[in-house]
């Protein structure tokens, strides 16, 4: 959903007609109800797509944009190099089309950056949704009965969403490993208060995190598959 019951009240008291696609807002707990009391109008899914200005989460699909309005405008996830079919389709309609994924992570652009708030968001619940498959607690337990070792966590990738995920599974006793191949990260990393452990060029590199107490590995991946260290 791409308001929240919040947002239509301000944007209707400022003069704007908010349509809003019946049950759009189920999955994050938002009824037609609270939407209709902050002054929205719950309308169906072609109707929605011919406002002026729509505003969505997920890329819409080639088979939605027939639905749009001519020259309108859409905000939202776009993902255009790998949706090239989709984002001809839009040009045919004659839309402004504004990627929120392509919103570049700078300082001035921070309030736009959904990308990052979405990835943040993921990377906490893969980490709640894999402890919940696990079969066991994450964190050591001591008992009469014996001891449970901490589970090992590895996160692959050092984004926003690698760094929320590290921090999750630390806060529920794992041990923590992470992998990233792109050198940019380690600038990430340190900004993140992370210390990149060690770096290979080719293949890339293991890093902790020292304030979220992550487990240092070096490994280094040859060529012809085989490894070092670890």
């Known amino acids: 959903m791409g308001l929240t019951p919040a947002v239509v009240s301000t944007l209707c008291k400022k003069g704007f007609n908010v349509n809003v696609e019946d049950n759009a807002g189920i999955e994050a707990k938002f009824r037609n109800i609270d ?7 719950i309308v169906d899914k ?10 969505k989460i997920r890329a819409p699909s080639i088979n939605e944009t027939a639905h749009f309005k ?3 405008i859409l905000y939202s996830f776009l ?9 001809e389709a839009l040009a045919k309609k004659r839309l402004t089309a504004f990627g929120m994924d392509c919103v570049p992570r700078i300082s001035r652009a921070q309030t736009f950056d959904a990308l990052s708030s979405m990835g943040n968001i993921a990377g906490y619940r893969a980490v709640v949704e894999a402890s919940n498959y696990f079969g066991r607690f994450f964190t050591g337990q001591i008992t009469a009965a014996g001891k449970v070792p901490p589970a090992k966590v590895m996160v692959i990738g050092g984004g926003v969403a690698g760094l929320a995920a590290i921090g999750q599974a630390k806060n529920m006793g794992a041990i923590v490993r992470a992998f990233d191949v792109r050198p940019a990260v380690k600038e990430q990393v340190n900004s993140f208060g992370l210390f990149l452990a060690s770096f290979w060029p080719l293949y890339g590199f293991y890093f902790k995190v ?3 107490g992550a487990e240092f590995l070096e490994v280094n991946i040859k060529e012809d598959g085989s ?4």
């Open 79 to 87: 993902y255009p190099a790998q949706n090239k079919d989709l984002v």
């Open 210 to 212: 020292q304030s979220m």
């Open 70 to 72: 001519d020259e309108g």
């Open 35 to 41: 939407y209709e009391a902050s002054g929205a109008k």
């Open 46 to 55: 072609a109707a929605a797509f011919k406002s002026d200005l729509v505003l």
């Open 227 to 230: 490894t070092e260290g670890g």
